[in-house]
């Protein structure tokens, strides 16, 4: 099976997808992010890229339960906020049962 590649955040950060092939998900509040990734749940995505802005909205987190897609936090256009290296870390933390990035 194929899986798809999609983005969700302001359209600023998240055009250059587009680019490589995902498919984008414009959301200028957390409301249209939840929707956003309500949909992308429905769909064959493998990884979904989200930006920091709403990476931490607990009705988010909520539904990142399942092994896929896997989602990836990324900085927003104005710059980053440090939250997508720290997911990081706690996601190679968890599958190799020590923060190895240092």
């Known amino acids: 099976?194929?899986?798809s590649a999609a983005a969700i955040g302001s359209l600023g950060s998240i055009y250059g997808f587009s680019a490589a092939g995902?498919?984008?998900?414009?959301?200028?509040n957390v409301q249209e992010a939840v929707?956003?990734?309500k949909t992308?749940?429905?769909g064959d995505y493998g990884v979904v890229f989200i930006t920091e802005e709403y990476s931490d909205n607990e009705h988010l987190r909520s539904l990142?339960?399942?092994?896929?897609?896997?989602?990836?936090?990324?900085?927003?256009a104005s710059g980053s906020?440090?939250?997508?290296?720290?997911?990081?870390h706690?996601?190679?933390e968890k599958a190799a049962g020590a923060d190895i990035l240092g």
């Open 1 to 3: 099976m194929a899986y």
């Open 22 to 28: 995902a498919d984008i998900y414009a959301a200028e």
């Open 35 to 37: 929707n956003a990734f």
């Open 40 to 42: 992308v749940l429905k």
């Open 64 to 76: 990142m339960t399942s092994p896929l897609p896997a989602v990836l936090v990324i900085p927003d």
């Open 81 to 88: 906020l440090g939250k997508g290296e720290a997911e990081l």
């Open 90 to 92: 706690k996601m190679v």
